[in-house]
């Protein structure tokens, strides 16, 4: 029996498109790939400027692969996927996979990022404890969770010369211009922008974790990455006026 009373989540608003640097962070190598390249690829073939930030390497991310050997891997696979989206600046805080802790030493270290890439736009993926809204969905990891809430905290935390003043001392001024921090694979969206332009690459960008993918899955893995990346966009295209879309919460500063 169809539920009546359940309602139907309402449209989503097409992202900004007035500004020109953007800054992402993630926990992981692969965190972006999963949904969110396809609009990145549109964005940097618009001009505009994106930088990624990795909070880790990814080392503990293949069972079958020791953590210092994995973290050369996941670190080649993560440059040559952000390349095929016009991403070249790719940072790692070196922070360790599995274990990250929400805190301090987090959010200064991606203050000091936003401080020195100057963006408009943060992006990050899911800070809240599971992936869908309501009860019972699939749990989130505790790196997603400590990463995107720090990046929230760290987008004021950058504009404020008091609050990490070693970091002014070491030439890092205040940077107050993020206008927006987008959240990918939110529970709930607000925002959407087109997944066409970029799909192509997205499906690129994400078989580049090649070593990642093949020990996840007994599929072939274009098959499996196209079937994921479409599956998400159509699902958002409901929302988006049927425009297969990535979806974004956007939290206004
Ligand atoms: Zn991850």
């Given at each position: 029996?169809?539920d009546?009373?359940?309602?139907?989540?309402?449209a989503?608003?097409p992202?900004?498109?007035?500004?020109?640097?953007a800054?992402?962070?993630?926990?992981h190598?692969?965190?972006?790939?999963y949904?969110?390249?396809?609009?990145?690829?549109?964005?940097t073939?618009?001009?505009?400027?994106?930088?990624?930030?990795?909070a880790?390497?990814?080392?503990?991310g293949i069972?079958?692969l020791d953590?210092a050997?994995?973290?050369?891997?996941?670190?080649?696979?993560q440059?040559?996927?952000?390349a095929?989206?016009?991403?070249?600046?790719v940072?790692?805080?070196?922070?360790?996979d599995g274990?990250i802790e929400y805190?301090?030493?987090?959010?200064?270290?991606?203050?000091?990022a936003?401080?020195?890439h100057?963006?408009?736009l943060?992006?990050t993926?899911?800070?809240?404890?599971t992936?869908t809204?309501g009860p019972?969905g699939?749990w989130?990891?505790?790196?997603?969770?400590?990463?995107g809430r720090?990046?929230?905290?760290?987008?004021?935390?950058?504009?404020n010369?008091?609050?990490?003043p070693?970091l002014?001392?070491q030439?890092?001024?205040?940077?107050?211009?993020?206008?927006?921090v987008?959240?990918?694979?939110?529970?709930?969206p607000?925002?959407a922008?087109?997944?066409?332009?970029g799909?192509?690459?997205?499906v690129?960008?994400?078989?580049?974790?090649?070593a990642?993918?093949?020990?996840?899955?007994?599929?072939?893995?274009?098959?499996?990455?196209?079937?994921?990346?479409?599956?998400?966009?159509?699902r958002?295209?409901a929302?988006?006026?049927?425009?297969?879309?990535?979806?974004?919460?956007?939290?206004a500063?």
């Open positions: 029996m169809i009546k009373t359940e309602a139907t989540p309402p989503l608003d992202m900004p498109g007035d500004w020109r640097r800054l992402a962070v993630v926990a190598p692969d965190d972006l790939e949904g969110c390249a396809a609009a990145i690829a549109d964005w073939d618009g001009g505009r400027e994106v930088v990624y930030l990795l880790t390497r990814g080392e503990a069972d079958t953590p050997e994995c973290a050369a891997v996941r670190e080649q696979e440059r040559a996927s952000a095929v989206v016009g991403v070249d600046t940072e790692f805080l070196d922070h360790r274990v805190g301090l030493g987090l959010r200064r270290d991606i203050a000091a936003i401080r020195r100057r963006p408009e943060v992006i993926l899911n800070h809240r404890d992936w809204p019972g699939p989130n990891t505790p790196d997603h969770v400590a990463v720090a990046t929230l905290d760290a987008a004021a935390d950058a504009g010369r008091w609050i990490f070693e002014t001392e030439g890092l001024e205040p940077w107050n211009g993020v206008r927006w987008a959240v990918a694979g939110s529970t709930t607000t925002h922008t087109s997944a066409a332009p799909m192509e690459r997205a690129e960008s994400l078989l580049c974790h090649r990642y993918i093949e020990a996840l899955t007994d599929q072939a893995p274009e098959e499996y990455v196209r079937e994921f990346l479409t599956g998400i966009a159509e958002t295209a929302r988006f006026d049927g425009v297969p879309a990535v979806s974004f919460e956007l939290f500063r």
